[in-house]
């Protein structure tokens, strides 16, 4: 930890965005996130970047405050109306997420990216971390898994349009409902899951509250095709990266074939938040997001006591 006392939370654990103390209980929550295209379509991309980068807020329970922007783009090689729809669709993802894009940096670079700084605000003696779950929690996942095979689908052309626009469609969609819901329900611990992948991201959380996890494999949602995508090996390297890395922590049941072990491992981009509630809780929680969400969030496991393994993939 800092050497500096108004430090809330920075890199050494694994939440979500740095927390610092302003003075008495308000503090400021600061996050940035930028990455390469991963649709087509520019205004899409810039929709996903901002919502990506906005949801490290979401899943500290703070809300945002103002973002700037991060553009690196190949000024020569590429019209500059490319860039103007990837910087409106961050702006409007912003506007949706009530901020402002007051600022940024740009610069010339062969390979298009985008993302941004967002900062927000929290009471310090609210923030939802990543290490207190409880042993007896229900995990509750607010988003399908599997944007990052589809992404790979359509990089390599084999995605058809109704899975582009699924993905999109979870890929666009802002954390912000199930953040609201879920620190007026007192969440015990929360995260969002993006590249390390739904196992990674709840094995960070079990390891930092010692806990493990049980997840059921049936009730993970998983969008149309990517059980078809997997199957034909479309796979991005950092899926296989994750399962690689979280084998040694989790067991998974014998009847779990490989491919389904990938899905589970797959890096997300903008995904949901997992959550880790008190029973009842977790319940009245699904019951009031799946009745104002399209996005349906399911109970997808639970908190147990720590075993020998961290997560154990029924
Ligand atoms: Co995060
Ligand atoms: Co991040």
Known sequence: MSDDKRVVVDFHGVDDAAVVRLDGKEAIVQTVDFFTPIVDDPYDFGQIAAANAISDIYAMGAIPLFALN??????????????????????????????????????????????????????????????TASVGDLLVLTKPLGTGIVATGIKRGIADDSMIAEATKVMTTLNADASELMLKLGAHAATDVTGFGLLGHLLEMCQASDVSAEIKFEKLPFMNGVNKLAEKEIIPGGTKRNLAYVSSYVSFNSR???NQKTMAADAQTSGGLLIAMPRDRTHQFVKNFNAISDIKATIVGQVTSPQETRITVV
């Not at 000024?75 to 729809?85: N, S």
């Not at 702006?91 to 610069?107: F, L, P, Q, R, T």
Request: zero cysteines.
């Open 256 to 258: 779990i074939s490989s």
């Open 70 to 131: 991060i553009v690196a783009f190949p000024r020569k090689d590429l019209p500059m109306e490319i860039l103007l729809e990837i910087l409106k669709g961050g702006n409007d993802k912003a506007k949706e997420a009530g901020i402002s894009i007051v600022g940024g940096h740009s610069i010339d670079d062969k390979e298009p990216k985008y993302g941004l700084v967002v900062t927000g605000r929290a009471e310090v003696d609210r923030l939802v971390k990543n290490s």
